[in-house]
């Protein structure tokens, strides 16, 4: 059986200013899309150019990564930055990282 690793993202845009939150099995690729999609308006990373990665989760299953990303796309603003800041306090981008 194929080891395969899932991820819960949450992408910005340069000023912060908007969240995007989602989940994938391949991180650079995803990340290559939303940066490919900028000023998509038919998506929301695209429309508020959410191509920055600030925050990631690895999964073994895409049950519990999936289950994950909805309980953390009802959460409130301040606890998504919360999220972040224990693991990236400064917002670093970290998409050299994964690319």
């Known amino acids: 059986m194929r080891n395969r690793n899932y991820y819960v993202y949450i992408t910005t845009n340069p000023s912060k200013t908007t969240l995007y939150v989602g989940v994938t099995n391949s991180l650079s690729r995803r990340l290559q899309e ?5 000023n998509n308006k038919d998506s ?8 920055n990665l600030v925050y990631c989760e ?3 299953t ?6 994950r990303e909805k309980g953390i796309k009802k959460w409130r603003r ?5 999220l972040i800041e224990q693991q990236n ?3 670093e981008f ?5 690319l």
């Open 34 to 38: 939303h940066l490919e999609n900028k």
């Open 44 to 51: 929301f990373a695209g429309k508020y150019f959410c191509y």
């Open 58 to 60: 690895v999964y073994e």
């Open 62 to 67: 895409m049950a519990d990564a999936i289950r």
């Open 78 to 82: 301040n606890k998504k930055t919360e």
């Open 89 to 91: 306090p400064n917002w």
């Open 94 to 98: 970290m998409n050299d990282e994964m």
